[in-house]
């Protein structure tokens, strides 16, 4: 299954594709900020000074990001489908750069700063949220006359504490537990900041204004993540079903390509599956990469990153386990980091030897405790797992799993 000169022209001009549109971004994104912020500036009537200090602060705030960028991008940090999306991250930081503004004629009790910070982590990743966030309530800020430093310290933190709870957010998770946590921080840091930074009197005013201003921005953060979030779960999981099919057009090719190499990966991801789901990993990504990793047999040669990675491009691989499988072609059959490459890295070694022994003599007896025990010590006396990110407990867990297998190992003869 060789691709054609024309495909591999397709496939290398989308990708020249995505990185302009990741530069013409982050270039535009220091004008932007730099321009709207001034401009502002100016029709509030600042004084050079501030004026001054206020376009430096928001020049350094799309330097940054523009930086943030540049870095996701080689390091692939960005979360979910969002690193194909680079002008869909522009549109939405140009819309919360708008909202900073436009908050000044708003109460600061009224601000809905973790809404902010949650849109930015939705489109692009945690620390770039962070920082944008950040940099973009700092700004905002810069035009508020006293209190500001803790403001900007209560709801950087509530803000900060938010990105989290949605950053671990999945489709097994009830909104309902990232809603809550996110309304008490929000509404503990607007008490304080009333009665610590603006020296308000206690009164029902100091809690009755952040009580409502805190439940209603949880309410419309919960509601707009959960509403993206489970797209983009949906999305996936239609995707995993379809790939992960043993009679998709891919794994087909592999099966008449080497039928050798297709009964590896199918027994493979079996026991990868049966055991993510016990230990609760990312089990279709895992099972993804059990599947797919040895998919350079279609051009018979070894898989290596650079020669493969088109495959998943163009089959639509979710981008978690597009990620998983770089990771694991790159180094996870010897130093695997993440947990789920851990685990299929296991589960290939095991299938290998059994089936290994099996093709010599379909009769031979095994003890397959001993081996998934002598296994699991190889490993570690090797070095194996010095960066792994699968704990003692997991490895323990995760032998115990292979052992119940035996039925299933019988049935490699």
Known sequence: MKKSARQKKKSAAEQKALTVSLSAVSLLTVPLTAGAAAAFAFYRGEGREAFLRIVIIAFLLGAGIAFCLGSDRL?????????????RFFGVFACCLAASLLLLFVPLPWWPVPLLFVLLQLTSES???????????????????????????????????????????????????????????????????????????ASARVFLIPIASAFLTALVTAGIARAYLLRNIRKNTERYLDINDPEFSLLQAIRT?????????????????????????????????????????????????????????????PQEAVLLLREYIREGQTHPRS????????????????????????????DYDTMIDTMCLEAYQKGTLSGSGMTIQELSRMRELLKQEKLYYDFLR
């Not at 390091?75 to 002008?87: I, L, R």
């Not at 199918?266 to 990504?285: F, N, P, S, V």
Request: a negative charge; aromatic letters at 12%.
């Open 75 to 87: 390091t692939h940090s960005f979360e979910g489908d969002n690193e194909a999306h680079p002008w």
């Open 257 to 317: 390509k080497q039928k050798e190499v297709y009964d590896l990966a199918i027994h493979t991801a079996h026991l990868t599956e049966r055991c993510a789901e016990a230990l609760d990993y990312r089990t279709q990504a895992a099972k993804t990469c059990a599947l797919y990793h040895r998919i350079g047999c279609l051009d018979d040669a070894e898989s290596e990153w650079p020669d493969v990675a088109h495959y998943y491009t163009d089959f639509e691989f």
């Open 127 to 201: 620390i770039l949220a962070l920082f944008a966030g950040g940099g973009l309530l700092l700004l905002s800020l810069q035009f508020v006359a006293e209190g500001a430093e803790g403001y900007f310290f209560l709801l950087f933190t509530a803000s900060a504490c938010t990105v989290l709870l949605y950053r671990h957010t999945d489709s097994k998770t009830r909104f309902l537990f990232a809603m809550l946590p996110q309304a008490l921080l929000h509404l503990t840091a607007l008490v304080v900041y009333e009665l610590l930074f603006a020296h308000t009197h």
């Open 339 to 366: 947990r789920e490459a851990t685990l299929v890295m296991f589960c290939d070694t095991l299938v290998t030897q059994i089936r290994a022994v099996f093709a010599k003599d379909k009769d031979a007896g095994m």
